[in-house]
């Protein structure tokens, strides 16, 4: 069974400042992992992925991710936040092989921005 | 051009009413989900049709019924509706089955039972 743990349901940072979001799954075989981001009143587009190969994952909208192995973790930061950032952001797990399908979505982290 | 759209985006409706929320995506997918979005913004996957065949059927009430009439389409019917079944739902498509492809979101529709 995969699972992910997004440690904050709240967080507030300064225009212009760092952003990170945790994120850290459980899955016994190699996982994939997405971050999604929601806006309000939209559906979900998704940042980025991991499947396999380099672990420094680059999204849309200034935002990356890297996966640790040894960590179990796949954090979102961003090196300077824009107003335009605050959303809900989900992480989400899949995995290759049978019934791989499925998404295992985080609970959500709120991220708001202050002028 | 929309990527994967829903309608209604508002539904309300009292207890017991039937509805359909309709789903539809041009991006070409052979995958198609129906997610659940509660209060609490927690997203729960509920079914998946693969070139229609259903893939995932999660545990939902029965009352709840997906049908896809051709892999650009995948329908949720919701008979006897309950207050409980209040949520945002929101459609998905991606390429193919498999943990591998991400997944494409309609814009959601938000069910309110009263």
């Known amino acids: 069974a995969q699972s992910v743990t997004q440690l904050g349901s709240h967080v507030s940072v300064s225009e212009g400042a760092l952003v990170l979001l945790r994120c850290n799954y459980s899955?016994?075989?190699?996982?994939?992992l997405f971050w999604y981001v929601q806006y309000p009143n939209q559906g979900l587009q998704l940042l980025l992925k991991?499947?396999?190969?380099?672990?420094l994952v680059k999204g849309i909208n200034g935002f990356e991710a890297e996966f640790k192995k040894s960590e179990t973790s796949f954090h979102l930061t961003k090196p300077s936040a824009h107003m335009s950032d605050a959303a809900e952001y989900f992480c989400?797990?899949?995995?290759?092989?049978?019934?791989?399908?499925?998404?295992?979505f985080g609970k959500g982290t709120k991220l708001s921005v202050i002028p | 051009d929309t990527a994967v759209s829903q309608t209604p985006k508002y539904l309300v409706t009292q207890m017991g009413n039937d509805k359909s929320i309709k789903c539809e995506q041009n991006?070409?997918?052979?995958?198609m989900y129906w997610y659940k979005q509660d209060s609490k913004k927690f997203l729960k996957i509920m079914f998946s049709?693969?070139?229609?065949?259903?893939?995932i059927n999660e545990t939902v009430p029965n009352r709840f019924s997906p049908k896809s009439p051709d892999k650009a389409h995948l329908n949720l019917h919701i008979n006897s509706l309950e207050l409980g079944d209040s949520a945002v739902y929101f459609c998905?498509?991606?390429?193919?089955?498999?943990?591998?492809?991400?997944?494409?979101f309609g814009p959601g529709t938000r069910l309110t039972v009263t």
């Open positions: 998905a498509s991606s390429q193919m089955r498999g943990g591998f492809y991400e997944q494409y």
């Open positions: 899955s016994s075989v190699p996982p994939y």
């Open positions: 991991y499947t396999t190969g380099a672990t």
């Open positions: 989400a797990v899949s995995y290759s092989g049978a019934g791989s399908y499925q998404l295992t």
């Open positions: 991006l070409g997918h052979d995958t």
């Open positions: 049709y693969n070139n229609k065949e259903l893939i």
